[in-house]
């Protein structure tokens, strides 16, 4: 069965950091197109971080400079990098992968990151 599965949310301090991961089963990333969204209470859905099957990226201006995302096709696995957490980085990340001539998407169930005192 296809899954995504993230980890790595919790509670951290403003200006602290957190490394969140994907772990991809049941098909290969390699070809895929794989992004971080995520969403607070009250909010819509949001893209916060994109990694091309080349590598090529692409972030929301509010996380540029602050979040990294990155892809390990040997390990199947997708990465978010977060440092300089704000209080409104607080969400549930998801992370979702396509690959579009497929007309083929994926969703993870969310791992949760607070950014509080």
């Known amino acids: 069965q296809v899954r995504l599965v993230e980890s790595g949310g919790g509670l951290v301090q403003p200006g602290g950091s957190l490394r969140l991961s994907c772990a991809a089963s049941g098909f290969s990333i390699s070809r895929y197109h794989m992004s971080w969204y995520r969403q607070a209470p009250g909010n819509e859905r949001e893209l916060v971080a994109g990694i091309s099957s080349g590598s090529s990226t692409n972030y929301a201006d509010s996380v540029k400079g602050r979040f990294t995302i990155a892809r390990d096709n040997g390990k199947n696995m997708v990465y978010l990098q977060m440092i300089g957490l704000k209080a409104e980085d607080t969400a549930l990340y998801y992370c979702?992968?396509?690959?579009?001539?497929?007309?083929?998407?994926?969703w993870g169930q969310g791992t949760q990151v607070t950014v509080s005192l």
């Open positions: 979702h992968a396509e690959y579009t001539p497929w007309l083929r998407e994926y």
